[in-house]
């Protein structure tokens, strides 16, 4: 099992441009996440999806979009990348019925937008 | 709304003494779920402990222990005989609900260091 995929793992972009970060899991998972953090900060939840099909914002949603592909795969889009959005991604699922839905991470995306 | 809080940016602990970082937090659900992550230097987020609202009894994973008082909401997390592969950034987090896909946020964080 390779549990939670990230790709790309490094990014540069120039502002403006868009760019769409893929996530996929084999877990069987219902529930994925996006996160951003910053810098020496934690983690601030962008977007979430509690199972195929639906999809809900998070604390900081401005700037992105999502898709919930299937059950698998949890996108994330920058539209016009703005150099606020420099941060590292990480993409996460949980769900195990009846468990403690604890959050199983990806290894993350170091995007820089300059 | 949520809102996780660790007022602890740094914390320094001596090796194989054990140490508390602290948690607390503000809901208004009845039911929600408490996790402490670890993040090593090398970026990856490693789930270490749960505790459900209405577990009465304090969750422990190995050297790891919560201490879950409800009625003050915090949520410590204690590292008993601390190692040197303990030094990394520890985030305590919060889920509202009962199943998976609900919100969950995370603190801002602390950084334990382990010292030899």
């Known amino acids: 099992n390779a549990g939670v995929t990230q790709t790309p793992k490094f990014q540069v972009l120039k502002t403006g441009q868009s760019m769409t970060l893929q996530c996929a899991q084999d877990?069987?998972?219902?529930?994925m996440y996006w996160y951003r953090q910053d810098p020496g900060m934690g983690l601030r939840l962008i977007y979430y999806s509690a199972s195929e099909g639906t999809t809900d914002k998070g604390e900081v949603p401005n700037g992105y979009n999502v898709s919930r592909l299937n059950k698998r795969e949890f996108s994330l889009r920058l539209e016009s990348a703005a150099p606020s959005q420099t941060s590292v991604y990480f993409c996460a699922s949980s769900g195990a019925p009846g468990g403690r839905y604890e959050q199983y991470f990806g290894p993350g995306t170091r995007l820089t937008v300059t | 709304a949520q809102k996780i809080t660790q007022t602890q940016p740094g914390m320094f602990v001596q090796e194989k003494e054990a140490v508390t970082l602290d948690c607390t937090y503000d809901t208004s659900d009845q039911s929600y779920g408490l996790f402490w992550y670890k993040q090593p230097s090398s970026g990856e987020m490693i789930f270490l402990i749960y505790q459900g609202s209405y577990d009465e009894q304090n969750a422990t994973e190995g050297r790891y222990s919560l201490n879950f008082q409800k009625a003050r909401k915090s949520a410590n997390l204690v590292i008993s005989a601390s190692q040197l592969g303990d030094s990394a950034m520890y985030f305590c987090?919060?889920?509202?609900?009962?199943?998976?896909?609900?919100?969950?946020?995370f603190g801002a964080g602390t950084r334990l260091f382990v010292k030899a």
């Open positions: 877990m069987n998972h219902n529930s």
């Open positions: 987090a919060m889920r509202e609900g009962n199943t998976g896909g609900f919100k969950t946020i």
